[in-house]
């Protein structure tokens, strides 16, 4: 992390926008995870899609069991002012849900 992006990290707020977030959790037949249901390594992965001239972001996650997708994540973050904004507040948003629902 360069120097000067430090204040800017450290200075973003969490989204509270109110709007519905998307979710799945594809693991089980049921929906409902459980711990009978993890098999591997967990990994997950986020991005983020800025523009200058958009008024939003568009933030995503997948959390893979192994090479099974667990749960996937995906919601319009309004006005971060850089691409790196962007790209933290989908990392935030991805560990915020996850811990929400057990994982440490």
């Known amino acids: 992390i360069a120097d000067e992006d430090v204040p800017r990290i450290l200075s973003l707020r969490i989204s509270k926008t109110g709007r519905k977030d998307g979710y ?3 693991h089980t ?3 409902c995870y459980t711990v009978k ?3 591997g390594r967990w990994r997950c992965q986020f991005d983020a899609s800025w523009t200058e001239q958009d008024t939003g972001a568009g933030l995503g996650f997948i959390l893979f069991d192994g090479d099974i997708v ?3 994540g995906q919601r319009k973050h309004i006005n971060p002012s850089t691409p790196l904004h962007a790209e933290a507040e989908s990392l935030i948003w991805a560990m915020e849900e996850l ?3 057990g994982f440490q």
């Open 70 to 72: 667990a749960m996937r």
């Open 24 to 26: 799945s959790w594809n």
């Open 99 to 101: 811990r929400g629902r």
């Open 37 to 39: 249901s993890t098999s």
């Open 29 to 31: 037949n049921s929906g």
